[in-house]
């Protein structure tokens, strides 16, 4: 077991998330920051679909029952038993990710661990006062040396499928400023200030299915970008997608910091 003294704002058991529910409405989930989350299995010799805990902010104390090796931000630390590991705050970004040797062990839901906060499906949130169950080791941490984190960028987008929606100038709007992460933001979606987003067409769609990265319009013209816990299907027409390889980004801005987007290279 991993026994859990302390927590900070949120935090979280994900995998890769719960796919293949979403003509029944139960989102994905899955760690928002991929890349991170499967380096910290990687550490600790996990595959790639075991479980992790994702941290925001910090604040977060275990200890553990047995010894073992644990990932915290790609760092490998063995913690024997009864010893203290205490999750301080990033310098940088929101989420951390820990990964135990073994692997997370809540019971599934739905063939995954993950904890979708829209809906709350899969694990409750970890509380202080939790024990954890682990698994068995699979193999010992290999000997790598880890690979550099991806370098952050602008948020590539593929246009569509509602850009017809919008002005002819809408997506050059989206890519030719710079957008502030707003307070409100969660794993649910990167919500973002800035230019507003001028409609071409008046009324709602009908609700519609929605992906991951889709970057959706309210009637206030600025975009949310939804994350691993967004819902299946809206009513807010979408001008475009962000590209996969750069949603991990969505996991680590900060309240108040920027990011930009750019059309994403087609053919």
């Known amino acids: 077991m991993i026994e859990v003294l302390e927590t900070g704002p949120l935090v979280t058991v994900q995998d890769r998330g719960r796919v293949g529910f979403a003509h029944l409405g139960v989102p994905r989930a899955g760690a ?11 550490v600790v010799g996990n595959d790639p679909d075991d479980a992790v805990l994702e941290v925001l902010l910090g604040g977060l104390v275990l200890r553990s029952t047995v010894a073992r090796w644990l990932a915290v931000d790609g760092r490998a630390v063995w913690l024997p038993p009864g010893k203290e590991l205490r999750i301080e705050p990033p310098a940088t970004g929101l989420r951390s990710y820990v990964a135990v040797a073994g692997g997370i062990a809540v019971e599934p839901v739905l063939g995954s661990r993950s904890t979708d906060t829209l809906a709350w499906v899969g694990p409750p949130r970890v509380a202080a006062g939790a024990r954890l169950p682990v698994g068995e080791p699979r193999r010992e941490p290999p000997a790598f040396d880890a690979p550099r984190p991806p370098r952050p960028g602008p948020l590539r987008v593929v246009p569509g499928p509602r850009d017809d929606w919008f002005a002819a100038d809408a997506l050059d709007v989206l890519c030719g400023a710079p957008y502030v992460v707003e307070a409100d933001s969660n794993r649910v979606g990167l919500r973002l200030d800035g230019p507003a987003l001028t409609r071409a067409r008046d009324g709602e769609l009908p609700s519609e299915g929605m992906v991951l990265g889709a970057v959706q319009v309210p009637p206030t013209g600025r975009p949310v970008v939804f994350l691993a816990d967004h819902p299946p299907t809206g009513g807010y027409p979408v001008i475009g997608v962000v590209h996969p390889d750069d949603l991990w980004q969505c996991a680590q801005l900060r309240p ?3 990011v930009r987007f750019r059309r994403a290279a087609t053919g």
Not at 32 to 42: F, S, Y
């Open 32 to 42: 928002l920051d991929a890349p991170a989350a499967a380096l910290a299995n990687r």
């Open 256 to 258: 108040g910091e920027q």
